[in-house]
């Protein structure tokens, strides 16, 4: 099954183009993946800080609990931001700027196809196969291993 004719007519440059915006899109999800991996984190040592927070004041250790309390606690992670709050501006904001703005250019050039170069390596890998499972049918109808009965 060809799928070249499903491809658009694209120039070189086009079709670096749109393979270099897709890595970008795909590297700012990477990117965004180690965001919540890093908000997971920092979820995990606020869950730390709190249990040290109970036991330090549970030991007596009044001053230090009410800092961990007070200022690291409920402290930003960035500026006052915690990091749920980073996670859903980058979100919202520069992953969706990034996938709209590639979108568009797909859409304009590709007729909204995704990873064109990928298909076009694809199907001539794919093309260049089949003439070589043909000569193997072939040969092997010519010596009588033919098992199609």
Do not use: K
């Amino acid at each position: 099954m060809s799928r070249s004719a499903d491809l658009p007519e694209l120039s070189d440059a086009e079709r670096e183009a749109l393979h270099r915006l897709r890595l970008g899109v795909e590297h700012a999800h990477r990117g965004y993946g180690y965001l919540l991996a890093c908000h997971h984190s920092v979820g995990h040592a606020v869950d730390h800080f709190e249990r040290a927070r109970e036991l330090l004041e549970e030991s007596g250790h009044e001053a230090h609990a009410a800092v961990l309390r007070d200022d690291v606690i409920p402290q930003g992670f960035v500026d006052d931001m915690w990091t749920y709050e980073v996670v859903d501006d980058v979100r919202r904001g520069f992953l969706a700027d990034v996938s709209e703005a590639e979108q568009a250019v797909r859409d304009d050039l590709a007729d909204g196809q995704v990873h064109v170069s990928e298909q076009r390596l694809q199907q001539r890998w794919r093309d260049r196969a089949e003439p070589e499972a043909e000569r193997s049918e072939a040969s092997e109808r010519a010596s009588g291993n033919d098992r199609r009965e």
